[in-house]
């Protein structure tokens, strides 16, 4: 008896900020927009490189939100009072990708969450996602002290999935994160419309478009 073709892909690996929820971009302009900030404002702050020893520190759980509200604050001028909160404000679901997810893994394929986390006290980004119960593995960058790109972070969660490189999807908004996956072979795929990657993942996966 003929064996089937296993599939092609048996894990999927989707970023969070920006994948699972509204583009980050847009979040980010109307954040500038309620605190009356000139557009552009925050993307500086971020490029520069105090900024983005400010984020690399939060992401590895080095500094608190607490100190990172603070510090990041005085860069662009606003007041620190819970500024992550802020910040995320319009970070809502990406209810199309995560449809996508819930299909994959009824599919049989290994679904995980992979994010450069930004703290979960006292604002929780996370809450309301139910990401445990979603997806087969969840892995916070600040929980393992190790971050995207750091090829480490993608060594874990494919051992965590039981999953090969090769037969992995990763799903993200920096280039610069997919390129880190792709040299460990993972295919990369870049994430900036809701409803772009949720089709392509249809396609890629043999998902009916329910």
Known sequence: MAKTAEPKYGGLIFDFFGVLTFNMVEVI??????????????????????GQELFRQLELGAITQTDWNERFAALIGVAPDNLIARYLHDAFPAHQVLKVARQARAAGIKTAVLSNSLGREPYDPYAGFDLHGTFDEVVFSAEHGVRKPDPAIFRLVLDKLGVSAERCLFV????ENLAA????GITPLLALDEKVVAARLRGVLGLSDL
């Not at 009356?36 to 490029?47: E, N, V, Y």
């Not at 993200?172 to 280039?175: A, H, L, P």
């Not at 996956?181 to 460990?184: G, T, V």
């Open 172 to 175: 993200d908004d920096s280039e």
């Open 29 to 50: 302009s109307c954040f500038e927009d309620r605190e009356k900030l000139a557009r552009g404002t925050f993307l500086r702050a971020w490029a520069d490189p105090r």
């Open 181 to 184: 996956a792709y040299r460990l």
